[in-house]
């Protein structure tokens, strides 16, 4: 059976999994467990169970996560990624994994997708499609979307030619 941990053993251990050899200004990465979606993960009953890595330091090192006007919870975003045209979002983005508070901001939930996600959701910065095509002229389509986000209109979705064909047709290459 595992050793309980104090809470300070606990937060040692925890903080301890934090890569900061890069220096103070760099991000500092999780080297613990990452869920799905590409966040670090900690899981210790001293610090109330498993949370994201980043917002359980918050909590350590800050206290409880702001909450908004609205009377929610402030979303925590990491701004090493927005500054990061060239990463390519979603659970592949190693930013999600930075515990240097520095980088990490607390934003209600639109201010933070706005700032983050959703340029790379739409494409502007991607230079490759998700199957692994380069995005050029010749190998892709647009879709016009009638829907709006916030009242304003949607930019057109981009897509891969070969990958859309080879979906179209049932998966037969």
Not at 20 to 48: E, F, K, V
Not at 83 to 93: F, V
Not at 114 to 132: K, L, W
Not at 134 to 148: L, V
Request: include cysteine.
């Amino acid at each position: 059976m595992p050793k309980k941990l104090s809470y300070e053993e606990a937060v040692e251990h925890f903080r301890s999994q934090f890569d900061r050899s890069a220096g103070p200004g760099a991000c500092h990465p999780w080297t613990g467990s990452i869920r799905p979606d590409g966040y670090g993960q900690a899981n210790l009953a001293a610090l109330g169970g498993t949370r994201t890595a980043h917002a359980l330091l918050w909590i350590i090192e800050r206290g409880e996560i702001p909450i908004d006007s609205s009377g929610r919870k402030m979303h925590l975003d990491h701004e090493c990624h927005n500054q990061e045209l060239s990463c390519p979002g979603g659970d592949r983005c190693l930013h999600r994994r930075c515990g240097n508070l520095d980088h990490v901001a607390a934003k209600p939930r639109k201010a933070n997708l706005d700032d983050a996600d959703e340029p790379r959701r739409r494409g502007r910065f991607r230079t490759h499609f998700d199957c692994g095509c380069e995005i050029t002229e010749d190998n892709t389509y647009r879709i016009t979307r009638k829907s709006t986000r916030n009242g304003k209109p949607r930019s057109p979705e981009r897509r891969c030619r070969k990958h859309e064909r080879i979906k179209q047709s049932g998966g037969q290459h």
